[in-house]
């Protein structure tokens, strides 16, 4: 039993790691910051990394409750929510950033926070459909328990990257920051395509 719980903290940890693509949420965080004091820059990053956390638990639980309310199989959300997380890989490899969250606001904002340092830029619609599929997978109460600690885990890892932001950015420049999120897209790609061909091959052994 622990050593599924240990399995499955691990593996779900680095699932939810660069499903939140830390280095580009860093280069988008360094620029809706630019210029404000350091204590407001870490009520920021407490506010939106619990925003996060609220919205990922919410969509952790979500998944089985809505499937079966629309009339879709877990099968058929997996080669949807794959096919939109490849898009926002092919978006991070080709150019560093997410499809969705490209730009900053043209208004002035009084808190960034939750928008759009949260959703879309923590959590996007890509990030949505994955955490919906991976809290549905997961059945046992220690796959549970590890997927909801990776879960945590990996917004506390990016919550410390975002309060080294200032030291990455000197020490990686915006060129190594952009690179970084390749390599994410890189990897995201991966997991895209393991969620698409899982769907795919649960649809057609269905049938």
């Known amino acids: 039993m622990f ?18 693509a830390p280095f580009f949420v860093v280069s988008m965080f360094l620029a809706l910051t ?53 898009l926002t890989a092919i978006s991070l490899v080709t150019s560093g950033t997410r499809n969705h969250a490209t730009g900053l606001p043209e208004e002035e904002r009084d808190d960034v926070a939750v928008v759009p340092l949260a959703i879309p830029v923590m959590i996007g619609p890509a990030t949505i459909g994955a955490i919906l599929v991976y809290g549905a997978e997961l059945k046992a109460v220690p796959e549970v328990a590890g997927g909801l600690l990776g879960l945590l885990s ?19 420049g915006k060129t190594g920051l952009n690179i970084l999120s390749k ?22 052994g269905s049938l």
């Open 183 to 204: 390599i994410s897209g890189l990897i995201l790609s991966a997991m895209a395509a393991e969620i698409v061909m899982t769907g795919v091959a649960g649809f057609v």
């Open 154 to 172: 990996g917004l506390l890892i990016l919550a410390v990257l975002l309060h080294l932001s200032g030291h990455l950015e000197k020490l990686l």
């Open 34 to 86: 630019r210029g404000l004091p350091a204590a407001e820059k870490a009520s920021i990053i407490k506010r939106a990394s619990i925003s996060a956390l609220i919205l990922g638990l919410v969509l952790f639980f979500a998944g089985p409750v809505l499937f079966s309310a629309i009339g879709i199989t877990l099968n058929s959300f997996r080669i949807g929510a794959g096919s939109l997380l490849f």
């Open 3 to 20: 050593e599924m719980f240990l399995s499955t903290y691990v593996s779900s940890t680095i699932r939810f790691l660069f499903l939140l």
